[in-house]
């Protein structure tokens, strides 16, 4: 399905938000993670090194310690 919400839409969401994308990921996934980051008044983008879409999954020792730097920063 098609999610036609516009990206200005996510700028009421406010706050801190980290939006991932890993290296690996198809393009327009990484072109949509950074759309949000820019509409997004606390946007901030991070890159998965060695991963793909699932970045979680695939590569848990990358991805968790991005998001603990993320938490701890804020």
Same mark, same amino acid.
Request: aromatic share 6%.
């Given at each position: 399905?098609?999610?036609? +919400?516009?990206?200005?839409?996510?700028?009421?969401?406010?706050?801190? =938000?980290?939006?991932?994308?890993?290296?690996?990921?198809?393009?327009?996934?990484?072109?949509?993670?950074?759309?949000l980051?820019? &509409?997004?008044?606390?946007?901030? =983008?991070? =890159?998965?090194?060695?991963a793909?879409?699932?970045?979680?999954? +695939?590569?848990?020792?990358l @991805?968790?310690? +991005?998001?603990?730097? @993320?938490? +701890? &920063?804020?």
């Amino acid at each position: 399905s098609y999610d036609a +919400t516009p990206a200005s839409a996510y700028v009421a969401l406010g706050g801190q =938000t980290l939006l991932l994308a890993g290296a690996a990921s198809p393009l327009p996934a990484r072109r949509i993670v950074a759309r949000l980051a820019e &509409a997004m008044p606390g946007g901030q =983008t991070g =890159t998965i090194d060695r991963a793909g879409h699932m970045s979680v999954v +695939t590569q848990p020792a990358l @991805f968790a310690p +991005t998001i603990r730097a @993320f938490l +701890t &920063a804020a």
